[in-house]
């Protein structure tokens, strides 16, 4: 809380007043210590603040504010350095008129005669410029800094941004590309009046809402993702009636755990569309998932034909779209395997999970098509 605070106070606009008293105090505890120091009598430190600040804080500012963004962080440094020495000259000239003509009266200290030398050294002297210059590098750090802060955190923003619309766009190209033969054969069955028709079709709505609604949330519920991929490849059997062999092993402590959605179904399109599809005979596949405390185990094998045509020897889109996605959502906490070995294809994942605080998700207010 108190971190946080304090971060407002440096970087929000509704305290800037706050951080230049803040400022001005800092200066004024300085000036009295350094100049009032070994005296009986603070109050020449203190004229010398009340004096001098106006002059220096008008020098800051115009260097800060004016100065800096309009010629130096726009890489116009010649411009920058003759107008800094202009400014710089022309306060050390009011610094010094000040000097002899107010604060020197006021303590009873008689004018001196200068020669044109004398007021030369006195105007640029050593002691004026860093006396002037304290207060002012302190100002200008703590600008640069704002705007630093502020820069990094946009582009943070933007970075996050981009991560954003990559995810979406890749979770966006997983989704299902079997709509087409599914419609096709839920087609057929009602054409045909079959008992399995209304019960396909719910399976097709479940998914596609899923897809369409659910899959927006950075993170679902790992037992709702076991549940699609029972639906997913429920719909795909249909195709292939008993000619494919399915079977399934899900174990371990997956009620409580959230996983990225659609992770896995590309590693499953992919075993219908390089294996079962290929092949002209008898077919199978095994979809093993188990949890481990945080560690997730997942490994899909199919059958394929000993055919180089039939296995493409590079991963297709959905494989990559899914590499890229573990990595940017787990990034050095995965491990994925994938190839044929023995006439068979096997994809084997490891992934740590994430452990946020867990929340039932909201239910949303998705109208699902009912059948009657």
């Given amino acids: 809380m108190k971190k946080e605070f304090f971060k407002q106070i440096i970087f929000e606009r509704r305290y800037r007043w706050l951080r230049l008293l803040l400022l001005l105090a800092f200066y004024f505890v300085l000036i009295v210590w350094l100049d009032g120091n070994g005296r009986n009598s603070m109050r020449p430190a203190i004229d010398l603040y009340i004096f001098f600040m106006p002059i220096v804080l008008l020098y800051a500012s115009v260097i800060a504010y004016w100065l800096i963004p309009s010629f130096l962080l726009k890489r116009k440094y010649f411009s920058f350095f003759l107008l800094y020495c202009c400014g710089t000259s022309i306060s050390l000239l009011l610094i010094f008129l000040d000097t002899t003509f107010l604060y020197n009266p006021l303590h009873g200290i008689p004018a001196p005669h200068y020669s044109m030398v004398e007021i030369y050294r006195h105007i640029f002297s050593l002691a004026s410029f860093l006396?002037?210059?304290?207060?002012?590098?302190?100002?200008?750090?703590?600008?640069?800094?704002?705007?630093?802060?502020?820069?990094?955190?946009?582009?943070?923003?933007?970075?996050?941004?981009?991560?954003?619309?990559?995810?979406?766009?890749?979770?966006?190209?997983?989704?299902?590309?079997?709509?087409?033969?599914?419609?096709?054969?839920?087609?057929?069955?009602?054409?045909?009046?079959?008992?399995?028709?209304?019960?396909?079709?719910?399976?097709?709505?479940?998914?596609?809402?899923?897809?369409?609604?659910?899959?927006?949330?950075?993170?679902v519920l790992l037992s709702k993702e076991i549940s699609i991929i029972k639906d997913y490849v429920a719909l795909e059997k249909e195709r292939y009636g008993e000619r494919l062999d399915i079977s399934f092993n899900f174990s371990g402590d997956i009620e409580d755990k959230m996983i990225a959605p659609m992770l896995f179904q590309p590693f499953i399109e992919n075993a219908f569309k390089h294996g079962t599809s290929e092949q002209l005979g008898k077919a199978w596949m095994s979809i093993d998932l188990s949890v481990k405390g945080n560690q997730l185990y997942f490994k899909i094998i199919n059958s394929c034909d000993n055919n180089p045509v039939a296995v493409p020897e590079k991963p297709g889109v959905g494989i990559e779209n899914v590499k890229k996605r573990l990595g940017l959502l787990y990034p050095g906490n995965f491990k994925l395997q994938n190839g044929v070995e023995d006439d068979v294809y096997i994809v084997s994942l490891s992934l740590e999970l994430k452990a946020p605080e867990i929340k039932e998700p909201s239910q949303l207010n998705i109208p699902v098509l009912k059948i009657v």
Wanted: proline share 2%; charged share 20%; with cysteine.
């Fill in 131 to 219: 006396n002037m210059h304290i207060f002012t590098m302190l100002f200008i750090f703590l600008k640069l800094f704002k705007y630093w802060y502020l820069e990094h955190q946009q582009k943070l923003q933007v970075e996050k941004e981009k991560l954003n619309a990559e995810l979406q766009l890749l979770k966006a190209q997983l989704h299902p590309h079997f709509l087409f033969n599914t419609l096709n054969n839920l087609y057929s069955l009602v054409y045909e009046k079959s008992d399995k028709a209304p019960k396909m079709l719910m399976r097709l709505s479940g998914l596609l809402s899923y897809v369409l609604y659910e899959c927006k949330a950075n993170e």
